[in-house]
């Protein structure tokens, strides 16, 4: 008679155990890779009379550059309603397209003060600069990018009157008044 592999519960309780080594070592090797690539936020508050604005950036950690940013979301709420919207800009390109907004800011109006959202890197071009310009009660008025990204929101040109028929006020040499600027930050911690 041919005797049976025999296998008892300790030799099923190590190979068990022997797998579930190698399953948690590969779990962990790749939580540790996911953490290293992990995204992080970013956020950038600005009170403009009866408007709360804020902006997340979102972006992972690139060697090459200061941050990969790829999605920005605008909160938009009026305190006196609680009511908010939110505006999405999302960078397909990231790695390319650094045309991020960088800059929140509360300007003057002739009855009540705007919020006026920018992108810049002292290029001086219009595709690198841009703005985007909404109400004191959060609705988009229009923007002036040339090149518009993924939005949420359909983008619309200013009109050539566009400072005079929402009351923006400007200043002798065509600038606005600031009343509060706040700058958008991408890196994940000071000094980069």
Not at 21 to 49: G, M, P, V
Not at 116 to 127: A, D, I, M, Y
């Amino acid at each position: 008679m041919r005797n049976k592999p025999q296998f008892g519960i300790v030799h099923l309780l190590t190979v068990a155990s022997i797998l579930i080594s190698l399953s948690l070592l590969s779990a962990s090797a790749n939580a540790q890779e996911a953490a290293e690539e992990a995204a992080y936020i970013t956020q950038a508050n600005l009170h403009c009379e009866e408007l709360d604005v804020s902006v997340e950036t979102y972006c992972k950690p690139d060697e090459r550059l200061d941050a990969a940013c790829f999605l920005q979301k605008v909160r938009l709420r009026l305190t006196s309603t609680g009511k908010f919207t939110e505006k999405l800009y999302l960078y397909e390109d990231y790695l390319k397209d650094r045309s991020l907004i960088t800059q929140l800011a509360c300007v003057k109006g002739k009855s009540k003060n705007k919020v006026v959202l920018s992108s810049t890197n002292l290029g001086n071009c219009k595709v690198c600069e841009w703005a985007d310009y909404f109400s004191e009660t959060g609705v988009f008025l229009g923007s002036d990018r040339e090149k518009f990204g993924a939005t949420n929101f359909k983008p619309r040109a200013l009109p050539g009157n566009f400072y005079q028929k929402y009351g923006f006020v400007l200043d002798d040499n065509g600038r606005f008044t600031e009343i509060e600027k706040v700058s958008v930050k991408r890196t994940q911690r000071e000094g980069k």
